[in-house]
Structure formats: structure tokens, C-alpha cells
């Protein structure tokens, strides 16, 4: 069997690398003594998995991870020992148990949902975007394997709002097609009239499925 | 610090590399709270987070310091360049990584020095942190700055920014020199009268207090305390019992990589093999073993409490400790279905037991690392390094037999009486490595060998027996490391490092300097001299101008051999080894005479001058 878990991570945190929090996590089940499974060979090390890579600076309201584990476990005593384990600033929200067969949350992700705070210039962005989004396309610039390669973001914003002083976005996710934020957020203070990409907090709220459930619930 | 700064930091962490070296928080660090009583410590670590936290001594005294009820203590560590040049441009000040206070705020700020390359990074810390760089420009509110590690052995260099040394093992000195600061501050005391009772406690040197004068020659004439009750000589520190002595049961777990992730385990402290090249062997001294209990207990705890998958045995010379195997066996039986594995880094190739390298790969695989130092028995003998070529051998062919096919060797160059045949030995031995390798069945032995040979540059250091030989001038050390390049080029399966022998010359110049090498220091720093210890940071022909300009020779402290008779500005340290004893090492050096380890029988060291110290 297999636990999908949702967790917080917060504050200071965000600077930590994925790579980072993958250790962190792993250690945390280590000290928690829960029943995990290790992968084989000469340096065998705890089967986990992050739905999505959480980008260095930026928080996580609702991620979710997939723990294989070789004994069962109720998803409250789950909850207990690794928040038990886990450093402060991050949490374990809600855990669910599924069969081993049930597919991997990496792999039903479809979208994400950002709280976007900027840190200067929040009017001249926050009043652009009804602009922004009429356009019919908004071209950028992407970092691939085979070097940057040319991207229409507006298809792949589902919805940005302002909402207070915040930016509400809702951006693609997948395999076919994925908008982050950062490129978004550099066309925006572009099309602004900005002389330099806006400076801004950014926390990821929400991981959904191409029909935008709950990524955990799929 | 006010609210704005702090939000400034932030900010800034989003501009840097690598932010997750500046946020702290990571798992089992300690946040006190601070009260007017508290004495407060910043413990400072002059050089990056990745190389301080995987600093034993860090984690041991922070846990001390923690410990106490009347006292905290605070990491700081040497900011990168992006992040120190952000600070200074937003002036805020260096910070501690558990509550961003100010480095200038702390009742204490202690470093530990640990490589003498780093000694720019302590005056750029000091001056982003608020505090005069010099012991005699701070005011009465400022910390009380001390220092203590194996480079406070000679503590000259640093002796205008350093109020206080604290020499030898600072496990109980530590809470003492804290203690004995924080009750004057509270009281009123001005700073010259801590100082002064600092002096009281045994290990600690107060620069202040004392005077040196030089010949016309540059070289030492007189070192001299300043006042009456100030102690002609200062006597290190020793923890007699290791098992008595606080080991941490719960250490902080990085969330970014560092250099040694894992629990280091502190078997034992000293080492009686007697290398004379070896400072840390002399420092050390004596031998002083943990019990296995006690380890087992320790590792029960610190697995537990950190989750880590790799217990390091650490010791200048694990093989010598005296129940390995059964310790190694107990970490094993306790931990294997853990997944725990056990590495037991810096072993003597003398040492090695097969047995004890089939038990570590039982759990892990890693590579083997011999430090045979010289190619030649002659030279071997000369700098006592009691391996012979045959040992080396059978270590070789034993990991071989077992399945390692990676093997490092360490040496060094430009050691007292080497010639060009001792380095034309280097494609010999290696020869008879990589020839130990095809000898074993290849269906039996891994694939892919690799035999990594690295010559370090020799650097004479205080309180060795060659604390007096001179280190060969940088031409000839370049001579030397093209003639082993090129002999070991033909041999195949052999890779051949060196390391930049600028770096060591300017070693060798602090490691043995004077007061007025504090100056050159500073001309350094000024200069814009800091993360010496980082090739890219490096700046050779800087450090030079400062020379210069304080009208100092390089050569004068690294290629000069030193009399019997001259002045040593650390002869003042009581070391525990005797300088009549180095001397008398020295002489056998050059004469190829080979000390036997003390364990079989006393050499008369000196030690044996202090209570309770190598009695049977």
C-alpha cells in the first residue's frame, strides 16, 4: 500500500531546493520509524516521491507526495509520526491510503494554483492584467534541454484575478504544456510597461488535475 | 535587529546562491530565549555553511553552550561573496542563523580556526558584523572576541583582532571563559579587567597582555607579559576522559548539502604514531579512547534523533582505537536493518584489517584512501611514518581482493631531505598498485580501476619536529610537481593530483607567522583578500603587494630553515610535546631514525608533565 500525503512547507523554508526537501522528508520518515520501503542496491534510500518539484523560493500551501510504505498504517497514525519527525515549517496536512496499483499523483497533475504577492509596482501590475489576458497570444521565451525555445503562454494561463493586492493564477501543469510562474509573471510586468521583471512572494495554494480536483483526491 | 532589516534579509535570500545557507531552522538547532542573565555566543565559523556544519567541534561546543541554562549559543558563518557584498551594500549586519541578531549584539563572539587560509574570512566577519577589528579599538559594549582550535597553537597572527585564545580542547574551558565574561559584563567590568581574569583560566592566552621584540634580522628577540600575575607560558587544555567529556546526543541535520553529511562519531582524540610532519598528532596529545558503550549508546541516540544514514567513525587514526572491530561489529549488529551504514574514514594503511573493510562494504560501498605521504622507505623514515612499502601492498591488494576497485593515495612534496629520486619513486609504487589490481583474478575483482595519487604541497607547521625546516621555495616546488606529472603519465589507471602550491606557500607564511604577520593579514583583507581557501577567491599577487606594503618577505617565514636557538613566537604555548623533544625528533629525522608509537613504551614526549596524562 501507499500513502498520498499533503503537506505545508513555509517561510524560510522556500529557499530550500527540491532536492533539499526530498532529503529533509526522507530523514523525517527515517527518524519517524514508519514503515517505508527502501529501493535496492549499494545505496539503498527511502522510496518517495513529490508530485511536483517545488521551485526554490517559493511556498507550498498543499503539496502532495506519494510514500510507499511495507506495513499499514491508518492515515492518523501517518500524520502523528512524521509530524512528530518533521521540522516546524512543514506540516503534514491530510494523508489518504491507496492500493499500490492506484496511479501516481505525478502522473494526474494537469494544474496549479498560485498566490502571487508583489513586492513593487502592485498597481501598474495588478491593473494590467484585464490586458494582459485579452491578448490572444503572449509569446516567451523557455529554458529547455535543447536551449530556450519559443512558448504561447496564453493558453496555458487558465485564470489570473486580482484578488486584494494578490495575483490569483491558475496555470498549467503537465506534460503537454506548462506555464510557470515566473515566465508569466515577466510577461506581465512587461506588458505593464516595466523596466525590469517585478519582484514578488509566490506561494503554490493548489495542485489539481486536468479537471482541476484536488490532485490529492485523484 | 528592526523589523525592516529583517524584512531586507529576506529579500535578499531571494538574490543570492544558495539562500539556504543563510535561513537556519534546520532540525535540532536551539532557539533560546534571552534574558538580561543570558550570556549570549556567537559560535563563528570562518568559512562557508557547507564546510561549517560538517565541523565536528561546531556541534559539540554548540550543544555544550546550549546546555547550559544561563547560556545560548548562535551559529555564524562566513557569508559567500554575493551574500557579503549584499550586506555591506544594504548595511545589515552579518546575522545569526537561529534569531538574526547582529554578530555585535552577542556577549561572546568565538571563532574556531581550523586552517590558516581562513583567517582573512574572521576580519571581513568581524567588520560586516559590527565589531572593531582590533582587540584595542572596542568599545566596553562590544563582544569579547575569542578563538580556540588547533591554528590558536600559534595564535600571533591573530593576535591584534583576537582578545583572547583559548588553547587546547575547549569542552569545559569553553563554559568557563562564557561564564567568567558574562558575570563582569554584568557587573560593570571594564574589558581590561575581564581580560585579566580570563588569564586566570587554565588554556587561555590574552594577547593583550604581552609583548614581543625582534633583532634587526626580522627574526624573534624577546616575548614578554606586559604586567605582574601575567603567566610567562600558557599550558593547553586537555579533557582527560573522553567518556566524562560532553559528546552531542543530537546534532543539527542540514536541509542543503554539506561536505561530511552524517554523524561523525568521535572514537577517540589524540594519535601515538608520531609523524613528524603531523601537527594535529602533536596537538592532540595524548591518546584518549571513548568507550564502545558509550559510542553505541551515542549512535542510538543520534540516529534516532537525526535520521542520517551514515555514521562516520572519526579519529586522527581510527585503526589504532583499540576494540575496532568489536565497535564496528556492535554498529553493525545494531544498525544494518536500519539501513545505518558505518565509514571509517583516515585510516593508516598500516591498520587496515581485511576484516574490517568486508564488515563497512557489508552495508556501503565507498572507496579506500591510503596516506602513505612519501614514495620511498628513506623519506618514509625520515618523516617516521612507520608504513612500509609492503603494507601498502597487501592494504592495496586486500581492497582489491574484496572488491574495490577505486583506491586514493595521499603524499605529500617537498618534505625535509627529499630529492628527485623519492619523487621517481611515485610511478614505481604506483606501478606495483595498479599491478596489485591485474594480479587478482578478473572475474573476481571489480571492474574500472581507478588509483588517484595527490601530492600536497608540504607546509612545515609549529610544534612539529619541523616546525624549524624551511618549505621549498615556489619555483622548486613547481620543478617538483612537473617532474611527477610527467612521471606518472606512462602508468595507466592512474590519475595524478596537486594542488596549487601559491595556496601553500602562503600557508606555510600565517601558519608560522609573528605578530607582524597580523599586519599582512590586514593589508590582505584591505585589499580585498577573503575565502582565501577557495581557488576562485584566491588572489596571489595581492596577497604579495601586502607583503610589500608591511615590508615583509615571504620567504623569510616559509623558506627559511630556523636555528636551534631562534625564538619561536609560539615557544611561549605549552603544547604538552616538549620543544627539547621536537628537537630531538628533528635530529632523528635527518638522520632517518624511526620513533616507535609511544603505546609500546614512553618516548618521554613531555606529556607526562601534566596530571594524570599517560599513566597506565
Not at chain 2, 548595511?91 to 554578530?103: K, Q, V, Y
Not at chain 2, 558574562?182 to 590574552?206: F, S
Not at chain 2, 583506491?407 to 614505481?428: H, N, Q, R, S, W
Not at chain 2, 599586519?519 to 607583503?547: N, P, S
Request: proline share 6%.
Amino acid at each position: 500500500m501507499k500513502m498520498i500525503a499533503v503537506f505545508s512547507l513555509k517561510d524560510r523554508l522556500k529557499h530550500i531546493g527540491h532536492l533539499d526537501l526530498m532529503r529533509a522528508m526522507q530523514r523525517a520518515l527515517r527518524r519517524s520509524g514508519l514503515p517505508v520501503s527502501y529501493s535496492q542496491g549499494f545505496n539503498p534510500h527511502i522510496l518517495l516521491s513529490f508530485a511536483a518539484p517545488l521551485s526554490v523560493g517559493m511556498e507550498g500551501e498543499r503539496e502532495v507526495m506519494e510514500v510507499p510504505l511495507s506495513a499499514p498504517v491508518s492515515p492518523e497514525e501517518f500524520i502523528r509520526r512524521i509530524n512528530e519527525a518533521l521540522p516546524p515549517l512543514v506540516r503534514c496536512l491530510s494523508a489518504r491510503q491507496v492500493e499500490d496499483s492506484h496511479p501516481a499523483p505525478m502522473s494526474q497533475l494537469g494544474a496549479a494554483q498560485f498566490d502571487i504577492t508583489p513586492r513593487e509596482s502592485a498597481e501598474a501590475l495588478l491593473a494590467a492584467v484585464p490586458g494582459f489576458l485579452a491578448q490572444e497570444s503572449i509569446p516567451a521565451m523557455r529554458k529547455s534541454k535543447k536551449g530556450m525555445v519559443p512558448v504561447d503562454l496564453r493558453p496555458l494561463i487558465y485564470n489570473l484575478r486580482v484578488q486584494g493586492g494578490r495575483l490569483e493564477a491558475l496555470l498549467a501543469l503537465h506534460p503537454s504544456g506548462t506555464c510557470k510562474p515566473d515566465l508569466m509573471m515577466q510577461a506581465l510586468s512587461e506588458f505593464a510597461g516595466l523596466p525590469e521583471p517585478a519582484l514578488y512572494d509566490i506561494c503554490r495554494t493548489a495542485l489539481l488535475t486536468e479537471r482541476f480536483a484536488p490532485l490529492e483526491d485523484a | 535587529m528592526d523589523t525592516q532589516k529583517l524584512a531586507a534579509i529576506d529579500r535578499l535570500l531571494s538574490r543570492v546562491e544558495k539562500p539556504a545557507r543563510y535561513i537556519g531552522g534546520e532540525m535540532n538547532t536551539q532557539v533560546k530565549p534571552r534574558g538580561k542573565d543570558t550570556a549570549a555566543f556567537a559560535f563563528c565559523f570562518p568559512d562557508t555553511y557547507e564546510v561549517a556544519m560538517s565541523h565536528l567541534g561546531l556541534k559539540i561546543l554548540y550543544d555544550i553552550l546550549n546546555r547550559q541554562p544561563d547560556m545560548l549559543c548562535e551559529r555564524v558563518m562566513m557569508p559567500w561573496h554575493d551574500m557579503a557584498d549584499h550586506l555591506r551594500r544594504e548595511d545589515i549586519p552579518l546575522f545569526s542563523l537561529e534569531t538574526r541578531t547582529a554578530l555585535h549584539e552577542f556577549d561572546l563572539v568565538g571563532f574556531t580556526l581550523q586552517y590558516e587560509m581562513s583567517f582573512t574570512n574572521i576580519l571581513e566577519m568581524l567588520s560586516l558584523g559590527g565589531i572593531a577589528l582590533r582587540g584595542d579599538e572596542r568599545g566596553q559594549d562590544e563582544p569579547i572576541v575569542i578563538a580556540g582550535g588547533p591554528c590558536a597553537f600559534n595564535p600571533e597572527p591573530l593576535s591584534a583582532f583576537i582578545d583572547c585564545f583559548v588553547i587546547g580542547d575547549a569542552e569545559t574551558a569553553i563554559v568557563e571563559v562564557t561564564r567568567c565574561v558574562k558575570q563582569l559584563r554584568l557587573a560593570g567590568a571594564a574589558r581590561v579587567d575581564i581580560l585579566y581574569a580570563l588569564l586566570q583560566i587554565e588554556g587561555c592566552y590574552v594577547p593583550s597582555l604581552y609583548e614581543a621584540s625582534y633583532h634587526e634580522d626580522g627574526t624573534l628577540q624577546g616575548f614578554a607579559p606586559l604586567r605582574e600575575g601575567v603567566p610567562a607560558t600558557v599550558r593547553k587544555r586537555i579533557e582527560m576522559d573522553l567518556d566524562e567529556a560532553s559528546f552531542p546526543e543530537s546534532i543539527p541535520v542540514p536541509y542543503t548539502e554539506i561536505v561530511h553529511d552524517r554523524i561523525s562519531l568521535e572514537i577517540m582524540r589524540g594519535c601515538t604514531r608520531g609523524c613528524r610532519f603531523c601537527q594535529a598528532g602533536m596537538l592532540y596529545r595524548p591518546v584518549r579512547e571513548r568507550s564502545p558503550e558509550k559510542l553505541l549508546a551515542l549512535a542510538e541516540k543520534l540516529v534516532a534523533a537525526t535520521g542520517y544514514e551514515e555514521i562516520s567513525l572519526s579519529s586522527l587514526s581510527s585503526g589504532d582505537y583499540g576494540q575496532l572491530a568489536e565497535l564496528v561489529r556492535g554498529l553493525m549488529d545494531r544498525f544494518a536493518k536500519d539501513r545505518v551504514s558505518v565509514s571509517l574514514p583516515s585510516m593508516r594503511v598500516d591498520s587496515l584489517v581485511k576484516q574490517t573493510l568486508e564488515e563497512t562494504r557489508a552495508v556501503k560501498k565507498s572507496g579506500l584512501t591510503l596516506a602513505p605521504e612519501a614514495a620511498t622507505q628513506r623519506l618514509r623514515d625520515v618523516i617516521n611514518k612507520g608504513v612500509t612499502e609492503q603494507d601498502i601492498l597487501r592494504s592495496v591488494s586486500d581492497a582489491f581482493q574484496s572488491g574495490w576497485s577505486n583506491v586514493k593515495l595521499y603524499f605529500m612534496i617537498g618534505l625535509p631531505t627529499e630529492t628527485d629520486e623519492d619523487l621517481e619513486a611515485f610511478a614505481d609504487l604506483a606501478r606495483l598498485v595498479t599491478g596489485a589490481y591485474f594480479a587478482v583474478p578478473r572475474e573476481q575483482r571489480a571492474p574500472g580501476l581507478r588509483v588517484t595519487m595527490s601530492a600536497a604541497t608540504f607546509v612545515p607547521k609549529p610544534l612539529t619536529p619541523f616546525q624549524w625546516a624551511a618549505q621549498d621555495a615556489l619555483p622548486e616546488i613547481k620543478r617538483k610537481q612537473a617532474l611527477l606529472r610527467t612521471a606518472l603519465r606512462p602508468v595507466k589507471g592512474v590519475q595524478f593530483n596537486w594542488h596549487e602550491p601559491e595556496l601553500s606557500v602562503l600557508e606555510a607564511c600565517v601558519a608560522r607567522g609573528d605578530r607582524r604577520m597580523g599586519e599582512v593579514i590586514y593589508a590582505a583583507w584591505q585589499r580585498g583578500c577573503r575565502l582565501d581557501g577557495w581557488r576562485e577567491h584566491f588572489k596571489f599577487d595581492v596577497w604579495l603587494e601586502a607583503f610589500a606594503a608591511c615590508g615583509l618577505d615571504p620567504d623569510f617565514y616559509a623558506a627559511r630553515e630556523r636555528g636551534e636557538r631562534e625564538l619561536l613566537p609560539w615557544d611561549f604555548i605549552d603544547a604538552g610535546v616538549t620543544r627539547q623533544y621536537l628537537w630531538l625528533e628533528r635530529e632523528r629525522a635527518m638522520a632517518g631514525t624511526v620513533t616507535p608509537d609511544c603505546r609500546d613504551g614512553c618516548e618521554g614526549c613531555g606529556l607526562r608533565r601534566f596530571d594524570g596524562v599517560c599513566v597506565p
